[in-house]
């Protein structure tokens, strides 16, 4: 028996049979190979259990319930807690596969093998089984893999992309993006589609997506009918297989080809400047807790994939039945060849870690100083140059905004900046000094010394909550379309309703909405750290009140793409912030000092120098300034060119002034004394409604300016 792995080119084209079994010609495999790998002469197969007595591969005909061939793997063909065998002559497209796992059955220690289940690849590259959206698996059903080819043509040279802090991200739902059917798109709801909806993308002014969930998950666990409607888990944050896409998202069957439609989309987004960030899900399985399905991971090594307690049971820091131990060697080494799969094949820009504080839990739960997976994630040298982005809390309780374990390489999505923004910005006494933090990088939380505000995810909105619109239209959540009574999702939602509770026809109320929302996008756009928003709070998408709508695939959850006409000046405004925050470096990172004096961030009262920060404080000005790299252009967002003194190639003066009242009364501000030659330009202001953007120059002779109720500004230092 050869135990090494089989390299050189000759040695493949000369791999000779060594068995026979059922009439197949194998030998032992390639043992560092995991998963199914196609080979010119035959596909290799190698999986791990440790505790198993018996593995035997299965393969099936498509679309068939019994295998057509039973190959048990000898005994030689193990090495250690490895079974590998290479079956020749196999043809990937005349099979799917499956396993059957044999071993002792106690419960009260974690092993709970039954050789009678058909059990799918951990490693598999494509699964069928479950494909057409909301088909849930019969009785007599079970998932299997497909062995995918890998022929694609990318065609294009590796590209650079800008750093976190110059990306603004969008985050969005495959399905939800485009399955309204004022979608206007030939395959509502796919992969295909948002790439239709690339030069809306564009037109915004976005240049990252975060996809929610696209490996392959259950969404017909724990389906239900509440009111006539089904409900599923639309979301997807319940994997069955990390390695493949979710077949339902592509427009068509891909047989051995799963995950061409997603890369024609990464190929597309990319071409068009826009990264690709993944939702990835590694904190817990579809298969549940003891009343769970088994299909997988279960009946490979139950003890090992999951964290169990001293009798046996799962432990639930994930809220969805069970948990992933992440922190053991195999499972740890299963997530790092995942990631590394995505880079390399899909060419995926970087991850954000669902419940990311679940993997730092050691086997018996308990959070870790030093957790392996993160130290290795961060060191992976294939995966140095992705971004890496936690969601730093978990179910069980574990909160590490501002101390997640980072290796310098991790940012987060900071918590922090939804909750105290919200605050201050709906006009709650007490936030206006955790805005200015906030607005500046949260220092409190990232220090500029240690890990700065490149690592802050900034978010007042995501999947997870109202959306923009609804946080200025609801006073409470409103789930009683989840069938819960209304108990699930968050009641700490700092939203503010306006004056009337849901929809109404009250033009003030509904000017007052919309300028609510251009001030969280506002403020959103001129905060260090990377900004993030959620599809559709461009032009006011609504969830009706609902915020946790993770079951709910219907108009409840998809974009209202009419809504983009009806509310043409918020998306104007959204372009208009995002095209600001590109254009002014200052907004994003400190740059040059600038050659007035001033220091690059400074906080300001109604008079300038001066905030105290009372209780009762309600108006904030955060000064920003520096110089114009000689690279980054010298043009005002939507202004005129630059003037001859003020030419891309020169270090300019780059001085903005975002000033924030979130009183219900004006206010009078006085703007810092700028140097002589030079004055104040207002370049937006939320309260002059369809003209917040002021495209005609107006200077202000005395530095002072009338802040309207509720109203966010922005001002540019200008050269006379």
Not at 602 to 613: N, R, V
Request: glycine share 8%.
């Amino acid at each position: 028996m050869e135990q090494k792995q089989l390299q050189s080119q000759e040695e493949l084209a000369n791999l000779q049979p060594l068995d026979k079994l059922q009439g197949f010609d194998v030998r032992p495999g390639f043992y560092e190979m995991y998963g199914a790998t196609a080979f010119p002469n035959g596909v290799n197969f190698t999986i791990i259990s440790f505790k198993a007595t018996a593995c035997t591969l299965l393969l099936f005909h498509r679309k068939e319930r019994q295998p057509y061939a039973r190959l048990p793997f000898p005994p030689h063909y193990r090495v250690g807690n490895v079974y590998s065998m290479f079956v020749f002559g196999l043809k990937i497209d005349e099979f799917e596969y499956a396993y059957s796992i044999d071993g002792p059955y106690e419960p009260e220690k974690g092993l709970i093998f039954n050789k009678n289940k058909y059990l799918l690849d951990p490693y598999a590259k494509a699964v069928t089984g479950q494909s057409g959206w909301g088909l849930s698996l019969g009785k007599e059903d079970f998932y299997k893999a497909r062995v995918v080819h890998n022929d694609f043509r990318w065609d294009q040279p590796s590209q650079t992309f800008p750093a976190l802090r110059d990306c603004v991200i969008y985050e969005l739902h495959v399905r939800g993006f485009t399955r309204h059917r004022s979608a206007g798109v030939q395959n509502p709801g796919t992969f295909d589609a948002i790439r239709e909806k690339i030069p809306y993308l564009k037109e915004l002014g976005i240049n990252a997506v975060e996809l929610m969930p696209i490996f392959e998950f259950d969404e017909t666990r724990n389906m239900r009918q509440v009111d006539g409607r089904r409900l599923l888990d639309y979301w997807g944050y319940n994997p069955v297989c990390f390695f493949a896409p979710n077949t339902s998202y592509a427009s068509e069957v891909e047989y051995n080809r799963e995950g061409k439609e997603l890369k024609e989309l990464i190929k597309a987004l990319h071409a068009a400047g826009i990264q690709v960030f993944l939702d990835v899900v590694f904190n817990h399985t579809a298969e549940g807790n003891e009343k769970g399905p088994y299909f997988s991971f279960k009946g490979f090594d139950n003890q090992i994939y999951y964290l169990l307690t001293p009798e046996g049971y799962y432990y639930n820091f994930s809220g969805c039945g069970n948990t992933l131990n992440c922190n053991h060697p195999v499972v740890r080494e299963m997530i790092l060849d995942c990631l590394r799969y995505w880079v390399t094949r899909y060419h995926v820009d970087g991850f954000r870690f669902d419940l990311a504080s679940i993997l730092g839990r050691s086997e018996d739960g308990a959070p870790m100083s030093r957790p392996p997976l993160l130290e290795s994630l961060a060191c992976d040298p294939i995966l140095h140059q992705v971004d890496l982005i936690a969601e730093a809390w978990d179910a069980g309780g574990l909160y590490q905004v501002g101390s997640f374990p980072s290796w310098n390489r991790w940012a987060e999505w900071n918590g922090k900046y939804r909750d105290d923004i919200r605050s201050f910005l709906k006009g709650d006494a007490g936030f206006a000094q955790a805005a200015a933090l906030r607005i500046t990088g949260s220092p409190d939380l990232y220090p500029p010394q240690k890990r700065g505000a490149d690592v802050s995810v900034n978010f007042i909105t995501c999947h997870d909550g109202f959306t923009l619109y609804d946080l200025y239209a609801y006073n409470k959540k409103h789930n009683e379309a989840n069938g819960w009574n209304n108990t699930d999702g968050a009641d700490d939602n700092r939203s503010w309703n306006c004056g009337f509770e849901g929809d109404t026809g009250d033009p003030a109320i509904l000017a007052l909405r919309i300028r609510m929302i251009k001030n969280a996008c506002a403020v959103l756009m001129c905060s260090r750290g990377t900004p993030m928003f959620f599809a559709g709070d461009e032009f006011g998408n609504t969830q009706f009140g609902n915020n946790n709508a993770y079951c709910q695939d219907n108009e409840i959850s998809w974009l209202d793409w009419t809504l983009l006409e009806k509310n043409r000046e918020l998306f104007d405004f959204f372009r208009y912030m995002i095209r600001l925050r590109m254009e002014h470096p200052i907004l994003r990172e400190n740059t040059v000092p600038c050659g007035m004096g001033f220091p690059f961030t400074s906080f300001h009262g109604t008079q300038p120098w001066k905030q105290d920060f009372e209780w009762d404080t309600r108006l904030l000005g955060v000064l920003f300034a520096g110089k114009m790299p000689p690279d980054a252009g010298g043009t005002e967002a939507g202004g005129p060119e630059a003037s001859e003194e003020e030419s891309p190639g020169r270090e300019e003066e780059d001085i903005l002034y975002l000033g924030i009242n979130t009183y219900w009364e004006a206010q009078e501000t006085e703007l810092p004394k700028l140097t002589q030659g030079w004055c104040w330009r207002p370049l937006a202001d939320t309260s002059r409604g369809a003209d917040a953007v002021i495209q005609k120059e107006e200077l202000l002779g005395n530095r002072t300016y009338i802040m309207n109720p509720r109203s966010v500004c922005i001002f540019q230092a200008k050269k006379l």
